[in-house]
């Protein structure tokens, strides 16, 4: 088999899942795309893991062992990711990610408590860029 | 690499790959579908194909141990949790029309530009490249099976990353139950979550360690480049 099919298919599994990041709205959602990237990477680790102990005769087997890791690492991300959102969830009622702005830049709007916490941030930016 | 010259061509394709096209377009588009539709449950059911569908994928790979472990903690617990997810956030049943942000066409702007050039790189370094999966298959058949190899490397060459993934399981686990106990304190609903929360871990029995793989992908990087 072609090295390139397995590593296309990652590549494009990956940026359905950055889209899925980016777009989506809902907390749980972005945790989906978030387990389609890393299924992609998954993918590469083991396209390469078989090429890899022929062609340059590894004998660590290592892309299957850090498939295994990268499993296991995913299912701690998505237990604990979503007991995070069920707590901002509890705190605010909402799991929809841009109603979640406490630490965003004031803008003209209603949130004016977040003018007083914003101003000197903006400031140290200005200081900074100069 | 040596082999490069002899690979064949891509317009002669075996048996395997042509299957392994087939799932491809399958998983492909079952991840396009998740990460489009406007029903929430929906997605995390179409999440359930693209991630069958990569376990068939590593089953066409020889990795046969990984396709099952992908099959019982992604198919079987993640979408499990992610489904309790939707329910505990009181997720809405059917369409819902904010699904998607305001900043989906800059999304996937970012997305094509970014599979366009990560497609060219990877066809350019890898056009020439041919797996030997006969050979593969025949090597694992005579050392008991690609399990049986998979389990020695990993309790031979790995046992430190591996213990020390054990230990990182048991600190998400103690997180979670944190994380949960604290919205108890405040007053709502703790046994659901409770539940919930240490069951992602149980799965996760099987191992791991990140900086180790960071490490290792940049050596597979080298070798490709080679």
Redesign the interface.
């Given at each position: 088999?072609?090295?390139?099919?397995?590593?296309?298919?990652s590549?494009?599994?990956?940026?359905?899942?950055?889209?899925?990041v980016?777009?989506?709205?809902?907390?749980?959602?972005v945790?989906?795309?978030v387990?389609?990237m890393l299924?992609a990477v998954?993918?590469?680790?083991?396209?390469?893991?078989?090429?890899?102990?022929?062609?340059?005769r590894d004998?660590?087997?290592?892309?299957?062992?850090?498939?295994?890791?990268?499993?296991?690492?995913?299912?701690?991300?998505?237990?604990?990711g979503?007991?995070?959102?069920?707590?901002v969830?509890?705190?605010r009622g909402t799991?929809?990610?841009?109603k979640l702005r406490d630490t965003a830049e004031a803008r003209p709007g209603p949130e004016d408590d977040d003018t007083e916490t914003a101003a000197p941030a903006m400031a140290d930016k200005t200081e900074a860029a100069a | 690499m040596t082999l490069a010259a002899s690979s064949p061509g891509f317009l002669s394709p075996t048996g395997v790959e042509i299957a392994f096209l087939l799932v491809g377009v399958v998983t492909l588009g079952a991840a396009i579908v998740t990460v489009t539709t406007k029903q929430l449950v929906h997605a995390a059911l179409w999440l359930v194909v693209a991630l069958g569908g990569l376990a068939v994928e590593y089953l066409l790979l020889t990795a046969e141990f990984i396709a099952w472990v992908q099959v019982l903690i992604y198919v079987g617990s993640v979408v499990v949790l992610l489904l309790f997810g939707l329910m505990l956030t009181k997720a809405p049943i059917g369409r819902s029309p904010d699904a998607d942000s305001g900043n989906r066409w800059a999304a996937l702007t970012v997305a094509v530009a970014s599979a366009a050039t990560l497609i060219w790189v990877v066809v350019d370094a890898f056009r020439t490249t041919w797996i030997d999966l006969d050979a593969a298959t025949a090597a694992a058949a005579g050392s008991d099976g690609s399990t049986a190899v998979t389990g020695a490397s990993l309790f031979q060459s790995w046992v430190l990353p591996f213990e020390a993934l054990s230990v990182l399981l048991l600190a998400a686990l103690v997180g979670a139950i944190v994380l949960s106990r604290k919205a108890a304190a405040e007053g709502e609903r703790p046994p659901r979550s409770q539940d919930k929360a240490p069951s992602g871990k149980d799965k996760a029995e099987s191992d791991e360690i990140k900086a180790a793989s960071g490490k290792d992908e940049a050596a597979s990087g080298k070798e490709g480049a080679r």
């Open positions: 088999m072609h090295l390139a099919y397995p590593a296309v298919l590549v494009l599994l990956f940026c359905t899942g950055l889209y899925g980016l777009a989506r709205r809902n907390a749980i959602l945790l989906m795309s387990e389609l299924n998954n993918l590469n680790l083991v396209a390469f893991d078989v090429w890899l102990s022929q062609a340059a004998t660590l087997h290592s892309g299957q062992a850090l498939t295994l890791f990268t499993i296991a690492i995913a299912a701690a991300e998505i237990g604990i979503l007991a995070i959102v069920l707590a969830y509890r705190a799991s929809d990610i841009d | -």
